[in-house]
């Protein structure tokens, strides 16, 4: 089956500091993998995507670059903003004869202090 | 972009009562709709799967008879949350596939039984 492995939370950095969440997966397919993000008391957006090996996706400064031989889409930023702070899930979908429900991993709540 | 509007954003009930809520796509036309549970600090969850004119999908371990899914037209799926319970308590999302591999999300309803 399919399955979404993060790293555990709370991650908790201070402003301006180097950001990494780990990601690994499972797939019976070949995924597109996603990273969204849930800010506080709200729904979930997609902040990134990448439909196949070595596409990076990027957006509002992160970046994940799919991995096929090492099965990962880690999401990086280089400066972390007190704004940033939520909880992130690395998911994916794999296409078939109708479309998938995405799979999450577990999220990864991130903390940055002033 | 496309927009999916999801109603209540939350609700308190009664335990024993029913509880409906509704996901309307806006501006285009809803044929798949996944239904998610997320519980405090864990992750989304897939419940169902519902398909616009026929019988939603259920997953394993979850009641049909207690989650009753209702696909009527492509653009409203419900889902109804029959003799609720404390333990039913949780963050409903909704999801639809769209366009080039994405999905886009409702914002949530955050269910309280008391």
């Known amino acids: 089956g399919n399955s979404v492995t993060q790293m555990e939370g709370p991650v908790t950095l201070s402003e301006e500091a180097f950001l990494t969440i780990n990601c690994t997966y499972t797939?019976?397919?070949?995924?597109?993998l996603f990273w969204y993000v849930q800010y506080p008391g709200e729904g979930l957006q997609l902040l990134l995507k990448a439909t196949k090996a070595d596409d990076k996706g990027s957006n509002k400064g992160f970046e994940a670059t799919y991995r096929k031989e090492t099965t990962s889409f880690h999401l990086e930023k280089g400066s972390v903003q007190v704004s940033d702070s939520a909880v992130y899930f690395c998911?994916?979908?794999?296409?078939?004869?109708?479309?998938?429900?995405?799979?999450f991993g577990s999220g990864t709540r991130l903390q940055v202090q002033p | 972009g496309a927009v999916v509007s999801q109603h209540p954003s939350w609700v308190i009930c009664k335990s024993g009562t029913s509880v409906k809520i509704e996901c309307r796509s806006l501006d285009f036309q809803a044929t798949t709709m996944f239904w998610y549970r997320q519980f405090p600090k864990q992750s989304l969850m897939l419940m169902a799967t519902?398909?616009?004119?026929?019988?939603?999908?259920?997953e394993q371990g979850v009641e049909k008879d207690k989650f009753l899914i209702n696909h009527a037209s492509l653009t409203l799926s419900t889902l109804t949350v029959t003799s609720a319970h404390p333990e039913d308590s949780s963050f409903y999302i909704c999801?639809?596939?769209?366009?080039?591999?994405?999905?886009?999300f409702g914002s949530g309803t955050r269910l309280t039984v008391v």
């Open positions: 797939a019976t397919g070949y995924p597109s």
């Open positions: 519902s398909n616009e004119g026929s019988k939603a999908t259920y």
């Open positions: 998911a994916l979908s794999v296409a078939g004869t109708g479309r998938r429900a995405l799979t």
């Open positions: 999801s639809t596939p769209g366009q080039g591999g994405s999905y886009t």
